[in-house]
């Protein structure tokens, strides 16, 4: 399911279960919300939150990934001193943004081109640096972005370890020579959605469309389709060896995971803490991740303490 459909049901979802009283705290739940400093992030830095006495409140959306980046917020804040309270597994987008503009959350893994394209849904910035320029513009004066981590949960076209070895497939542009001889899967929308765009990008005329939803990994796995769109951070990536292409003239636009913050709850210390987690978080590193929260059942708060350990900012 694309990024905005699973929003939308996400929505809709947490209109009927959570209401008003959204902020619940369970601390379990794949991605329905859908590098460089950010202009907004000069603004974080008051004297009212962590480090200084303050409790910040880190918050996630109500899906694996996000609860992993939740916890992986928290304890990188509590081990620099920073009290935290934790409210994991909100909901939707439209629920928990709400809630950080009230001041009940402080702290959210954000993703940079989603969290645009909600606020300015006319916004045609792709790149990492200009998608965070207009979410400068965007946002309200309370809340900042802070810095982009390098790790994006975003489309992709994928292919088997075997093909991309086969055909030296590196980027989405080694698909021209092949792409008449390749069938493509995805949601039952990709092909309406995507099929001029690789045409006119990337000169890509594929054989075949077909429409594998939730079964494109397993469709790259089986042979039934050569290339497929999966998201960067599917956990089947790493379970199946697939190879995400990059994408060189940026179809997919920027979805760096970001901070997206209320700007009285941080101090100095928290914001640094967090940029910190920002500067050491890939695409790849998080794929492995979840593969231990959504393959190997174990639990986030385990598998974020063992990145920050490894990491050193336990």
């Known amino acids: ?44 830095g008051s004297t009212a939150g962590g480090g200084s006495g303050g409790t910040v409140v880190v ?11 939740g916890s992986i917020y928290s304890q990188a804040l509590k081990a620099k001193g920073v009290k935290v309270e934790e409210k994991f597994n909100i909901g939707s987008r439209e629920v928990i943004y709400g809630q950080l503009q009230s001041g009940n959350l402080t702290v959210l893994p954000e993703y940079n081109g ?25 946002l309200p004066s309370s809340l900042a972005v802070l810095d982009s981590s390098p790790a994006e949960d975003k489309d992709s076209l994928s ?3 075997e093909t ?42 594929f054989k075949e469309w077909k429409p594998t939803a939730d079964t494109t990994a397993n469709a790259l796995k089986d042979g039934s389709i050569q290339v497929g769109n999966v998201f960067t951070t599917d956990p089947k990536i790493v379970q199946y060896k697939l190879v995400a292409l990059s994408d060189p003239k940026n179809v997919f636009g920027a979805q760096n995971i970001t901070p997206l913050v209320n700007k009285a709850g941080l101090d100095a210390t928290a914001t ?22 959504s ?5 986030p708060s385990t598998v974020a303490k063992d990145w920050l350990k490894a990491n050193g900012l336990a």
């Open 159 to 161: 292919v088997a370890q």
């Open 272 to 293: 640094a803490a967090l940029n910190a987690v920002s500067a050491k978080l890939d695409t790849a590193g998080l794929t492995g991740l979840m593969k231990r929260v």
């Open 295 to 299: 393959v190997d059942k174990e639990d």
């Open 114 to 138: 989603s969290l645009l394209a909600y606020l300015d849904a006319k916004n045609t910035a792709v790149t990492t640096q200009d998608v965070n320029a207009a979410l400068a513009k965007a």
């Open 1 to 44: 399911m694309n990024r905005s459909r699973r929003a939308v049901l996400l929505g809709a979802l947490a209109a009927l279960a959570l209401g008003a009283t959204a902020c619940g705290s369970s601390a379990s739940s794949s991605n329905p919300l859908g590098g460089g400093s950010s202009a907004a992030a000069s603004g974080a």
């Open 59 to 69: 918050g996630s959306a109500n899906f694996p990934e996000n609860v992993l980046l």
């Open 164 to 205: 991309a070895d086969k055909y030296n497939l590196k980027s989405i542009s080694d698909l021209a020579a092949k792409a008449g001889e390749f069938t493509i899967g995805g949601p039952p929308e990709f092909k309406s959605r995507r099929e001029q765009q690789f045409k006119d990008v990337y000169g890509l005329t």
